[in-house]
């Protein structure tokens, strides 16, 4: 990582590289983006700045080598001095969390479990550098604080505690869904010694916990147990007396729930939540009365989702929302009018910001040509400026053309997507598609940074491929209507939509209609198993990752069952099983001529590894069609480890060259792989 800003070291790496069996003819263009280089890519998260706006924090992720440790991305933290743009690393021996500036202290405060700790703990480290001391732990890890305003007492979560009771037996069964362990949430003055925590009575799972402004009470966000499905579905806001833990309110809101903030005189709270309980999104604005709990719904009619929100002052917020490809900077007023833009759509994406009294902001950005930075924008500023250069060997790299599109299906709706082209790209010549769906589907492409291990973007490019990412119905930043435009009515419009998309790239003469693959993840693998079977004489390659086969079994098997009633299929699966399996791409296997590339995470616990297993057999059993499955032990909804990550872009790029590019023959099961030196 650079020291400054202005000082840039040179490190000499050793990577490896894969040589695909049977494609040794097949290198990437001069200079385009390689797996290898997406695997050690480092990129800027969460963004902080003190209260005073003369520091900033932010923390930059960096990747384990995939050939030394199949570990997930480290998070260190970096200070910038906002007046000279100078940064500097801070911590970064090892991965912290919970990044905060502790009032009235010259410090900062983060998560961490050192050597010798029983539990993860609060550290607290001055802004002039020295060591790390433990300011506080508890008899369970801790999960989150927030300072209150004093700088001396904490609102913090920790796992709730529990006795473990001795067994004879060397053997214990899991119980599914019962015993949880429920987080719960606790005050604590920090300064006295010996002082003990006091819990906040409330029954349930705490997700959340805000200080008002004048110490007197607190905000917290409680579900009724720790399942997934109730942190989606059934959190509730709660306003407690702080001395008392009394509840002096509870607010009025259903479904799911985003960020609050209480206003700087505490008369209101900021909330960014669900419309009512079918909205798929937390993505409305909504200001609470902490008196009652009443709410108010702003901009009902807004064409966007709101991402992030800060009080500017006692009626002013900040707020960050994404509109269609693009995101939003601006402000608006309590009462939802004055609704302006500061740094507007068309430009940079932001994914997050921070600010302080003196009107200093920093964001968290990307675009096209990098993913994401630390930008400063001062008081008095016209736009964001780029601070960090996280990648610096990626100025070097050739990038495929990349743009915001748009075309308007059959029954008449608009769709957006972006479109990569590859770094050869020349008018009136076709080319080879990779189509890339987004999970779901509540999510959506901006056009912004599009390239990461199960995404092939500039690595696509680099390998003379168009990149397509369609935001097909019920994708988010274009309001509510549109996000619940696809309810109802699962694999129906909402994929035809991308089938369209293809018809729209093969009508301009940009894509070779024989050579269109397919991949995604999650409900994007649900889309990849539907383009596979229902319209596979459209697609000659798919990829699926972590999705969806059998709407049937899928519903027994998930963590998440309520939410797909609620904000999904709108109705219940014994309502009409025979409409959930017309619906399921198992159905529709006997059409399949797709060569279809299945991995999934074994640990899965939102799309069971069950449903790969199924669509694999299916294919298997009932066609002559090119399958395989790949499992990846340790993995989940995604792979987060450097290796898998890695393996996971090798295999998929590698089997859409084959059949895109290739000879149709299945590629091996083993990944060749050689050693090479790349400069860095």
């Given at each position: ?19 695909f ?55 260190h ?37 050192q ?31 927030e ?11 920790a796992?709730?505690?529990?006795e ?28 006295r ?7 906040i ?6 997700y959340?916990?805000?200080w ?30 702080h001395?008392?833990r ?32 079918n909205?798929?999104i937390d ?21 966007g989702?709101f991402?992030q ?8 917020l ?12 601006g402000?608006?007023r ?18 997050g ?12 950005v ?18 964001p ?13 050739e ?21 990569i ?9 076709r ?63 909402e ?7 293809v ?27 539907w ?12 990829v ?12 027994g098997?998930?963590?998440?069952p ?6 999904h ?21 006997d ?35 090119p ?19 890695y ?5 998929s ?28």
């Amino acid at each position: 990582m650079i020291l400054s800003n202005r000082v840039l070291s040179k490190v000499a790496m050793v990577f490896f590289v894969a040589i695909f069996a049977g494609f040794g003819s097949m290198c990437y263009a001069q200079n385009g983006l390689t797996p290898e280089q997406v695997a050690k890519m480092k990129s800027v998260g969460s963004v902080y700045l003190s209260p005073d706006g003369s520091t900033a924090a932010y923390t930059v992720s960096v990747p384990a080598d995939p050939f030394k440790n199949n570990a997930p991305a480290s998070s260190h933290l970096y200070l910038m001095d906002v007046e000279t743009g100078d940064t500097k690393p801070f911590i970064t021996g090892r991965s912290v969390s919970g990044i905060a500036f502790r009032p009235n202290h010259n410090s900062i405060t983060y998560l961490d479990r050192q050597d010798g700790d029983n539990t993860r703990s609060i550290y607290e480290i001055s802004l002039n550098g020295g060591e790390a001391q433990k300011l506080y732990s508890f008899k369970t890890n801790i999960v989150g604080y927030e300072w209150a305003p004093d700088g001396n007492h904490i609102v913090f979560r920790a796992t709730e505690p529990k006795e473990s009771k001795d067994s004879p037996l060397p053997y214990q069964p899991e119980i599914y869904e019962e015993n949880l362990t429920n987080t719960w949430a606790y005050i604590q003055n920090v300064s006295r010694d010996g002082h003990m925590p006091h819990r906040i009575p409330l029954e349930g799972s705490v997700y959340t916990a805000h200080w008002s402004p004048d110490q007197s009470k607190l905000a917290v966000a409680v579900a009724p147990t720790p399942l997934v499905d109730d942190f989606y579905m059934a959190q509730k806001v709660f306003v407690i007396d702080h001395m008392s833990r009394d509840v002096l309110a509870e607010v009025d809101h259903t479904g799911k729930l985003g960020q609050f903030t209480w206003s700087p005189d505490g008369s209101k709270i900021a909330m960014i939540a669900a419309a009512n309980i079918n909205d798929p999104i937390d993505g409305r604005l909504k200001i609470v009365n902490p008196e009652d709990g009443s709410t108010t719904l702003l901009r009902e009619d807004f064409k966007g989702k709101f991402e992030q929100i800060e009080w500017a002052d006692n009626n002013t917020l900040h707020y960050l929302a994404s509109k269609g490809v693009w995101s939003e900077f601006g402000s608006i007023r309590s009462d939802g009018s004055q609704m302006d833009a500061i740094v507007p759509t068309g430009g940079p994406i932001i994914n997050g910001f921070a600010h302080s009294t003196d009107g200093t902001h920093v964001f968290d950005v990307n675009t096209p040509s990098h993913p994401d930075e630390l930008y400063l924008m001062k008081q008095g500023d016209d736009s964001p400026q780029r601070i960090t250069n996280s990648n610096p060997w990626l100025d070097d790299i050739e990038m495929g053309e990349q743009e915001a599109i748009t075309y308007t299906t059959d029954d008449g709706f608009e769709i957006e997507g972006v479109l990569i082209y590859p770094l050869d790209y020349q008018e009136n010549s076709r080319y080879p598609v990779i189509t890339i769906v987004h999970g779901g589907p509540e999510a959506h492409y901006d056009n912004g940074w599009l390239t990461d291990y199960s995404d092939a973007g500039q690595v696509g490019a680099a390998q003379g491929y168009v990149v397509f990412y369609p935001n097909y119905r019920g994708s988010t930043g274009r309001g509510i209507d549109f996000a619940m435009s696809s309810q109802g009515d699962l694999a129906g419009a909402e994929f035809d939509d991308i089938v369209e998309g293809v018809d729209y790239l093969i009508d301009q003469g940009v894509a070779d209609e024989d050579k269109v693959g397919v991949t995604g993840g999650s409900y994007g693998g649900y889309a990849t198993a539907w383009m596979s079977t229902k319209y596979s004489d459209r697609f000659a390659a798919g990829v699926m990752f972590v999705g969806i086969s059998n709407n049937l079994s899928k519903w027994g098997t998930s963590d998440i069952p309520e939410e797909l009633y609620h904000v999904h299929a709108r109705k219940r699966i014994w309502e009409d099983y025979q409409d959930y399996l017309e619906r399921s791409p198992i159905y529709h296997v006997d059409n399949a001529e797709t060569p279809l590339l299945i991995m999934h995470g074994k640990e899965d616990t939102r799309v069971d590894p069950g449903q790969s297993y199924e669509l694999y057999r299916h294919i298997k059993t009932r066609t002559d069609t090119p399958v395989r499955l790949v499992l990846y032990p340790g993995e989940g909804h995604g792979n987060r480890n450097a290796t898998a990550q890695y393996d996971y872009n090798l295999r998929s790029m590698r089997w859409f060259n084959q059949y895109l590019k290739g000879e149709k023959e299945r590629p091996d099961t083993e990944l060749d792989i050689e050693e090479v030196r790349i400069e860095n």
